[in-house]
């Protein structure tokens, strides 16, 4: 079946360190992959997306490439900032199934 | 476009009440769905419909009941509350050709 796996969390940064959050994934097909981020006590945003292998999804300074080659879809940033503490989803759809990681937690340390 | 809305914001019900969660997007989108979200568990799927007249139970269904009369509305009913119901949810509809799945604002949801 259809599946996303992401590092567990909480990933604790200081400010200005480089971020990467590994996502990979199991399909069947060619699915649409995302990056979703909810900020404290708010709902979810669309981060970032990809749509088809080697497709490059950035946002924000974030940036995630769709290799499927190796089925993932990391999430890296070059220098975090004390603002991107949230929650990051990574997820898929394939036929409209739409499909989450657990989310991993992100605290950036001033 | 208003995208998808989703109704109330934050809700209270006693043990055994019923209520209904709104959803409603203008975006022609055929699906949509609603998921829960507990603390630390992520999101998981109730109920999910591919269009109008047709639904689906997701992972964790018991509980709930939805319909699907047009394809702008997607209500979730909750027919006999309990507090392992507390959570907050979400509802969402997926563009054509699953380029983007649109969110509710979430509803927070206690059952005291």
């Known amino acids: 079946g259809n599946s996303v796996t992401q590092m567990e969390g909480p990933v604790t940064l200081s400010e200005e360190a480089f971020l990467t959050i590994n996502c990979t994934y199991t399909?069947?097909?060619?699915?649409?992959l995302f990056w979703y981020v909810q900020y404290p006590g708010e709902g979810l945003q669309l981060l970032l997306k990809?749509?088809?292998a080697d497709d490059k999804g950035s946002n924000k300074g974030f940036e995630a490439t769709y290799r499927k080659e190796t089925t993932s879809f990391h999430l890296e940033k070059g220098s975090v900032q004390v603002s991107d503490s949230a929650v990051y989803f990574c997820?898929?759809?394939?036929?409209?199934?739409?499909?989450w990681g657990a989310g991993t937690k992100l605290i950036i340390k001033p | 476009n208003a995208g998808v809305t989703q109704t109330p914001k934050f809700q209270v019900l006693k043990t055994g009440q019923s209520m209904t969660l709104q959803c409603a997007q203008d975006?022609?989108?055929?699906?949509m769905s609603w998921y829960r979200q507990d603390p630390g568990m992520g999101l998981r799927l109730i109920h999910y419909?591919?269009?109008?007249?047709?639904?689906d139970q997701g992972e964790v269904p018991n509980g709930y009941n939805v319909s699907r009369s047009t394809t702008e509305d997607f209500p979730l009913r909750l027919l006999s509350a309990a507090p392992s119901q507390t959570s907050v949810y979400f509802c969402?509809?997926?563009?054509?050709?699953?380029?983007?799945?649109?969110f509710g604002q979430g509803t927070r949801l206690t059952v005291v």
């Open positions: 419909s591919v269009g109008a007249g047709i639904t």
């Open positions: 399909a069947t097909g060619y699915p649409s």
């Open positions: 997820a898929l759809t394939f036929n409209y199934q739409l499909i």
């Open positions: 975006m022609n989108h055929e699906y």
């Open positions: 969402a509809s997926i563009s054509g050709g699953n380029t983007e799945a649109f």
């Open positions: 990809a749509t088809k």
